[in-house]
């Protein structure tokens, strides 16, 4: 296999160990009520916890915390993760886990980063090698659901929670020794920027950074809305996220590899964009209808509609990795790594509002169905207003 494909592999299956975090400590859910004495409510603080420690990782990027070193970047995040995950299972305190809950999310600057090494390896492959490492967060979140399974069933009581994240402490970083013995290092640039240099100050960066925020709202809170507004059994319910997030992780290969034979056609700055926008749109466009389908389905309690509206939905994805490829095909080359985080951190504000708008505004099916079916039309509005704009690698200076 090629050394830069290999990197891509190694790249995903590091992604996925991190991402393993993401939903294991909710399946220990009434264990970790039972042990700390909290309730339900309480419970939910640690997702909560997770999901803004992803946008403040992106507020970080700026930052020198994950420059120089590319792999030295890569080790932190990942101990960020991992360090916790050894922790916790020893904590006496809830309130700490809630705490140590927020720095795994700074798994999520690994996208960031991958980006930028991306940018160097690839050209018109940007979108499909980003596609197959985007759907490692899939791939994890399946694998570290599944881990929590196996240790409930063969372990009893707190000691399940301990093997199972002692298990996956120790997976991450052998994963990251592996990757570190084979993937070559490079340097994330320092520099100071000089105020026509700022990419905060390029209205491209607002705009596009606001074309990823309705993928995110959807995919960050409609598993969450299934769960509490659809009367299937609980069993069909649990088939209906895994089969949203199988076909995330699906459709992310499958628009990535669009993204690269639309590439193909013109390598250049402009043709490049234009086809992360084509890419996006159709993304869109497509998660419209699955959405249609999905609402259809609840209405009607019809469990194999919904399937199918699920797998159409998570195409919702496949705006990713169009997306993450965009900083290196539209900012200038020395600046393109600090365009990656703050495209990521606009983006990713949607981490830190949509649960908590959906759980406390939408009461009722269609009330977040309407939602829903709001941000695709969003996220095309702002793709065409993008598409007009100058790139700011186009930009004078």
Known sequence: MENRWRTVILNTLLLASGFGTMHMLEKFKGTVIAHYGITGGAMGYQQTAFVVGLFVAF????????????????????????IPQFIIPFVGNWWVVVALRFFQGFIVA????????????FLAERPF???????????????????????????TGWESVKVAFLISAAIMYAM??????????????????????????????????????????????????????????????????????????????IMGYLGYRLSLKNTSNRGLFRAIVSVMTISYAVTFAGLF????????????????????????????????????????????PEASFALGLISNSANAIAPNVMFLLVQGVTQGMLVFLAMPLLGMVLLLASSRMKLPVEEPG
Request: aromatic share 16%.
């Open 59 to 82: 507020l970080l990027g700026g930052t020198s915390l994950f420059k120089g070193s590319f792999k030295r970047s890569v080790a932190l995040i990942v101990s960020f993760a991992a």
């Open 129 to 155: 090698a980003k596609g197959i490492i985007l759907s490692g967060i899939f791939w994890g979140g399946m694998y570290g659901i599944n881990l929590a399974s196996w240790a409930s069933h063969s372990y």
């Open 176 to 253: 990251l020794g592996l990757w570190w013995l084979l993937v070559e290092d490079f340097e994330i640039p320092k520099e100071k920027r000089s105020s026509s240099a700022n990419v905060w100050k390029m209205p491209f960066t607002w705009v596009f950074g606001f074309t990823f925020f309705p993928a995110l709202w959807i995919i960050f809170t409609l598993g969450s809305f299934t769960l509490h507004h659809t009367e299937f059994s609980g069993s069909e319910t649990a088939n209906l996220v895994m089969a949203l997030e199988v076909s995330m992780g699906l459709w992310s290969i």
């Open 110 to 121: 690994l996208i960031a980063v991958f980006s930028n090494q991306i940018g160097r390896l």
């Open 293 to 336: 389908i999905v609402w259809k389905s609840i209405l009607g309690s019809d469990y194999t509609l919904a399937l199918l509206g699920f797998a159409v939905t998570g195409i919702i994805q496949g705006t990713g990795p169009a997306f993450w490829t965009t900083a290196p095909a539209t900012y200038p080359k020395e600046i393109y």
